[in-house]
């Protein structure tokens, strides 16, 4: 699928429609948004970052975190949903596994919708340290886990899985794991503060998969991890946070400068308070997202910095869409806290991304290392 300017943003426009028609709903009943993904799916928009040669649109990260955070700004948990998948697809195109051949050319045309699963109990917001297991049966593995915040639970029909390496459990190793195996199960119902629709629900694993599932070489995973899982989650993550903040600002203002004071005849927005606030808000979210352009174009183009820049734009908009949607709330007063506003589904759905593993505290930490000269690890 060629992809051009006027393709892309008439697929964008396709789907946020759809997922602003459906945003309340699925927030107010905790449902997963099957309008919303049909629309992805029949948008071309789940190819968006998959190459040409196998049917995608060839985009890079800076159109990625575009169109992300135009979807974040329609629909949070439809926002999220994408996000994993494209996570989950750059993972597979790093190192596509023999069995499936076809499985990136399925994904980009909107056939297979996929997940990542690295998530555990046992480790926490560590998700680079799986502590499930693999053990070589034959040519066969057993793998044995259990998953917590599996976006997408019971809806994907692939899950880019993470566990103990069979022949090293020192190290890590990734399986792209397909919905109909016998043995993945959803171990409790999905029940948040925020981002309600995703279906962030805990998995059971406990399979026999074919070694020719695995990703890349045994004991690769960490790696991959870290060089391609990491910067485009956390660029797709900070497009998340900036699209509910976008949404706060705009309904923000457009709350103010339509709802009037009428003993004083005059709009909210005649208050200097008001007005400094909304000033505030509208001038971070600008910083942020140039600092998120900054940091797309770095995983694009490589360079000595790009390090930093994927470690430190997910702590620096997470931590900004808690300030500029708390603000919103402020400046909307009841009208925001009485849900007669969108902006307090943004408010709640901001508060995911600081504590989505890799968390924003963690961040910190590692790019305080990275200054340093410290490890991270």
Not at 123 to 137: C, G, I, K, L, M
Not at 213 to 226: A, H, K
Request: hydrophobic letters at 45%.
């Amino acid at each position: 699928m060629t992809m051009t300017q006027s393709t892309l943003e008439e697929a964008v426009a396709q789907v946020t429609a759809v997922a602003a028609a459906h945003a309340q709903q699925v927030d107010a009943d905790g449902t997963y948004p099957v309008d919303s993904v049909a629309a992805l799916r029949s948008s071309g928009l789940l190819g968006l970052v998959i190459s040409e040669d196998v049917g995608g649109m060839g985009a890079g990260p800076v159109e990625f975190t575009e169109v992300l955070g135009a979807i974040a700004a329609a629909c949070g948990s439809t926002a999220m949903i994408y996000l994993m998948h494209v996570a989950a697809a750059v993972t597979v195109a790093s190192a596509p596994p023999a069995a499936m051949p076809d499985l990136l050319s399925r994904m980009a045309s909107g056939e297979v919708l996929g997940t990542l699963a690295f998530s555990e109990k046992g480790s926490r917001s560590h998700f680079w340290a799986p502590v499930s297991e693999s053990v070589a049966d034959g040519d066969d593995l057993r793998f044995t886990a259990y998953k917590s915040w599996v976006t997408s639970a019971g809806y994907a029909d692939v899950y880019v899985m993470s566990s103990q390496s069979a022949v090293d459990p020192e190290t890590v190793d990734l399986y792209a794991i397909p919905a109909s195996t016998p043995g993945l199960d959803i171990a409790g119902p999905w029940s948040g503060l925020g981002l309600r629709g995703n279906a962030s629900s805990p998995m059971t694993v406990a399979v026999t998969i074919p070694s020719s599932y695995r990703l890349g070489e045994p004991g690769s995973g960490f790696g991959t991890m870290m060089a391609t899982v990491l910067p485009w989650f956390n660029l797709g993550n900070s497009a998340v946070s900036l699209g509910l903040s976008t949404a706060a600002v705009d309904g923000a203002v457009a709350h103010v400068t339509g709802a009037r004071l009428e003993h004083l005849d005059q709009a909210l927005s005649a208050l200097p308070t008001i007005r400094a606030q909304i000033a505030k808000m509208s001038i971070a979210l600008m910083a942020q997202k140039s600092y998120l352009a900054q940091a797309a174009a770095k995983v694009a183009s490589p360079a000595d910095d790009t390090p930093l820049f994927v470690l430190g734009v997910k702590a620096s908009a997470n931590d900004a869409a808690l300030t500029i949607t708390e603000s919103a709330m402020r400046v909307c007063g009841g009208a925001a806290f009485s849900k007669h506003l969108p902006i307090e589904r943004a408010f709640r759905d901001a508060r995911a991304g600081s504590v989505m593993a890799p968390t924003a505290d963690v961040l910190y930490d590692f790019y305080g290392k990275a200054l340093t000269g410290l490890p991270l690890f």
